[in-house]
Nanobody, 128 residues
Framework: QVQLVESGGGLVQAGGSLRLSCAAS??????????MGWFRQAPGKDREFVAA????????YYTDSVKGRFTISRDNAKNTVYLQMNSLKPEDTAVYYC???????????????????WGQGTQVTVSS
């Protein structure tokens, strides 16, 4: 069973930064050409797409609200994906989830239903 474990969440003031990590085990995502994504879910809201990365070539994709502030990256040797979050805003407050899309890449997938494996989530709280 593939396991994804997120870490790095916490409480930060608006304008601050956090770096989330997602370590995968029992599957080398780059060997399988997986796409790794980050999603978030605020209280009372649906889970929404944040960013994704093709683990082989490193191409990235972001939702508009985080472009220029968040950066997704990967370290294939460590089987780990990161989300660097800068200029954080209170509206970024949510539980952040790492997910793996193991399907053949035909375009960026942004629906949670299209991802196969999920981590347990890490809380990010941005105070104003």
């Amino acid at each position: 069973q593939v396991q994804l474990v997120e870490s790095g969440g916490g409480l930060v003031q608006a304008g601050g930064s956090l770096r989330l990590s997602c370590a995968a085990s029992r599957r080398s995502f780059s060997s399988y050409r997986d796409v790794m994504g980050w999603f978030r879910q605020a209280p009372g809201k649906d889970r929404e797409f944040v960013a994704a990365i093709r683990t082989t070539v490193g191409n990235t994709y972001y939702t508009d609200s985080v472009k220029g502030r968040f950066t997704i990256s990967r370290d294939n040797a460590k089987n780990t994906v990161y989300l660097q979050m800068n200029s954080l805003k209170p509206e970024d407050t949510a539980v952040y989830y790492c997910a793996a899309d193991t399907g053949v890449f035909v375009g960026w997938r942004t629906s949670p239903d299209e991802y196969d494996y999920w981590g347990q989530g890490t809380q990010v709280t941005v105070s104003s």
